[in-house]
């Protein structure tokens, strides 16, 4: 949703940029972020063919939340990427285009949805357990390629010739890297002919430009892998860090992001003038899970000199874990803490932020749950205001 009326408002922006009287009115963009859990092309397929509406519950109760929230710019994590590209549009078209509960019906007239890492065989055994056709020996965990991929929906024009994606950048690449290949004392779970070719990015990581008014805002969107599902080596909580690590060193930019080259052959990072929201599933709380060298991966953008942190609560979370300090409880995003993020630069004018996690006594609290009812995770979304 944009507040008031968007169209009004850049009317009245073009007539005052032309010398009019009138002068342009702040209005805010909603940025969001939503892990909608194993958003599968098999949940997409449940439908009322006469109708064209999508009948999976899960699903349902998605659509439903975001019909509430109503984002402007909206990152789904875990949907299927298809070659066809079908997947991003049916959930549009079988979930969203209908009014759910009583919502108006949602739509984004752009779509940014582009090949990732999960599911994608590598042909080598990377998971050492003597076989290398498993979900673990993917470029990036998955059971066929494309599940758990990404999907920006945008409501403002995507600037496409100027996106860059970073897919297929090797981890090796990363000066002064976390990889464990037996180096700067690292264990030697990678042999050097198996490191030599691994990607870091486990689904990609996009700069995709949104053009707002006169003015361009870089969508820096990924899912870094959970630091989990590993052994003492680490493997999975090291390249969670340094994928975080690449959007800490991105947006520096200079001799810092010097070694970056994205899939296109275009190297270095973010100019310094650029604004930016970082935003997705970053499988990494501040507060908890596991450190590398005694500090949490998310540090590097939580402390970063160009990013501003809203830290989005909600009550749910706060009557939920009961378990944790009320400040953390009051941030988390999932069952396991503060794992969503939607952090814009320290340029943009922040008006509110939020976790969809109704309390109780709040409205469509039945939508959220431990039992996934529409996510193990919980959406985030921020407000930011533009002349």
Not at 253 to 258: H, K, L, N, P, T
Not at 278 to 297: F, I, Q, R, S, T
């Amino acid at each position: 949703m944009i507040r008031a009326n968007w169209l009004v408002s850049i009317g009245m922006l073009l007539l005052w940029a032309s010398g009019g009287t009138h002068h342009a009115k702040a209005e805010s963009l909603r940025f969001a972020t939503f892990n909608i859990w194993e958003l599968s092309r098999e949940k997409l397929d449940r439908f009322d063919p006469e109708s064209g509406r999508g009948t999976d519950p899960q699903l349902l109760a998605a659509a439903t939340i975001l019909q509430r929230v109503r984002p402007d710019v909206l990152l789904v994590n875990e949907i299927d990427f298809d070659d066809a590209r079908e997947n991003a549009r049916l959930f549009a078209e079988r979930y969203l285009a209908f009014g759910q509960q009583g919502e108006a019906p949602l739509s984004y007239p752009e779509v940014w949805f582009e090949p990732v890492n999960t599911g994608v065989p590598s042909g080598l055994d990377l998971n050492r357990d003597g076989q290398s056709d498993g979900p673990d020996d993917a470029w990036g965990y998955g059971r066929y390629p494309g599940q758990y991929g990404m999907a920006l929906y945008s409501r403002v024009p995507i600037d496409r010739q100027a996106a860059r994606t970073f897919q297929k950048f090797l981890w090796r690449d990363m000066p002064g890297h976390q990889m464990p290949d037996g180096t700067a004392g690292r264990a030697d779970w990678y042999p050097a002919g198996i490191a030599d070719q691994l990607r870091l990015s486990s689904k990609s990581h996009w700069d995709v430009p949104l053009r707002i008014g006169g003015r361009t805002v870089h969508v820096l969107a990924s899912h870094p892998t959970p630091p989990v599902f590993d052994g003492p080596e680490n493997r999975n909580g090291r390249r969670n860090h340094d994928e975080i690590r690449l959007w800490s060193d991105y947006i520096r930019g200079g001799d810092v992001a010097a070694y970056l080259i994205d899939d296109a052959g275009t190297r270095g990072g973010l100019p310094a003038d650029q604004s930016f929201v970082v935003m997705g599933d970053l499988n990494a709380d501040p507060d908890k899970g596991e450190l590398l060298e005694g500090v949490a991966p998310i540090r590097q953008l939580l402390d970063h000199p160009r990013i501003q942190d809203p830290r989005p609560t909600s009550r749910g979370g706060l009557a939920a874990k009961r378990d944790i300090p009320r400040e953390q409880a009051a941030a988390a995003t999932s069952n396991w803490g503060r794992l969503d993020y939607v952090l814009p630069s320290r340029d943009l004018q922040v008006v509110a932020s939020g976790v969809f996690w109704p309390a109780a006594d709040e409205p469509l609290a039945d939508l959220v749950g431990l039992d996934r009812r529409s996510s193990d995770h919980r959406l985030v979304w921020v407000d930011i205001a533009f002349e």
